[in-house]
């Protein structure tokens, strides 16, 4: 059974960094595409960043671009997102997803409509 766990999340100082992990069990990551999406209170979910796991290809959010790291494991097991210069803006449950690569014509997309796996999501709180 596919299943994907983030985390990694948790309480961060604003300017601070944190590193979300989302793991895969029962399948490996060689043909699927995985995306990092976040929901804050009372805000609608928006796509953070993905990656093509077959050629490592990569997209960012234009409002996060220039803050945000996203990288896989070399056993395509763990696709790690990396966040810096944080702010209360940040605030939110961050999820990851996984979308088979043959629904993709090329790269990933940040819609998560697209995704048909979802892990549980994990908090990210930005406060002092």
């Known amino acids: 059974q596919l299943q994907l766990v983030e985390s990694g999340g948790g309480l961060v100082q604003p300017g601070g960094s944190l590193r979300l992990s989302c793991a895969a069990s029962g399948f490996t990551l060689d043909t699927y595409a995985i995306g990092w999406f976040r929901q804050a209170p009372g805000k609608e979910r928006e796509g953070v960043s993905c990656?093509?796991?077959?050629?490592?290809?990569?997209r960012y959010a234009d409002s996060m671009k220039g803050r945000l790291t996203i990288s896989r494991d070399n056993a395509k097991t763990t696709v790690t997102l990396q966040i810096h210069s944080m702010g209360p803006e940040d605030t939110a449950v961050y999820y990851c997803?996984?979308?088979?690569?043959?629904?993709?014509?090329?790269?990933?997309?940040?819609?998560?409509?697209?995704?048909?796996?979802w892990g549980q999501g994990t908090q990210v709180t930005v406060s002092s």
């Open positions: 997803g996984a979308v088979g690569e043959g629904l993709l014509l090329k790269g990933c997309v940040l819609a998560g409509g697209e995704y048909g796996y």
């Open positions: 990656i093509r796991s077959s050629d490592g290809s990569t």
